[in-house]
Nanobody, 124 residues
């Protein structure tokens, strides 16, 4: 599955952004779509994931209550709505797909295809 991430940019602290992930060649049906982020000098970290069939969602504690992951069945796209952004949210955001069981939603190793990443910068 080829993925295209979009929607990053520069925003002030407290602001909002939405990043999106589209599948270029096939549907997300049967897959889980995850968002991860990598800040400079840090390891890639889990942000949120959604199982396409059924809509089960999982969030990292650091974004719970501020970020919302959702899917658009018509456009075959997954969105990550980010509200209340903080400087520590600054990172390159990557979407990925895989077929992990629920307990592995947070594991990068469980995802088999990755998008190119989109930069989100939050200024203080």
């Amino acid at each position: 599955v080829q993925l295209q991430a979009s929607g990053g940019g520069l925003v002030q602290a407290g602001g909002s952004l939405r990043v999106s992930c589209a599948a270029s060649e096939r549907t997300f049906s049967g897959y889980t779509v995850g968002w991860f982020r990598q800040a400079p000098g840090k390891e890639r970290a889990f942000v949120a994931a959604i199982r396409w069939n059924g809509g089960t969602t999982v969030y990292a504690d650091s974004v719970k209550g501020r970020f919302t992951i959702s899917k658009d069945n018509v456009k075959n796209t997954v969105h990550l709505q980010m509200n209340g952004l903080r400087p520590e949210d600054t990172a390159v955001y990557y979407c990925a797909v895989g077929r992990p069981i629920l307990s592995y939603f947070r594991s990068p190793e469980a995802y088999t295809s990755w998008g190119q990443g989109t930069l989100v910068t939050v200024s203080s």
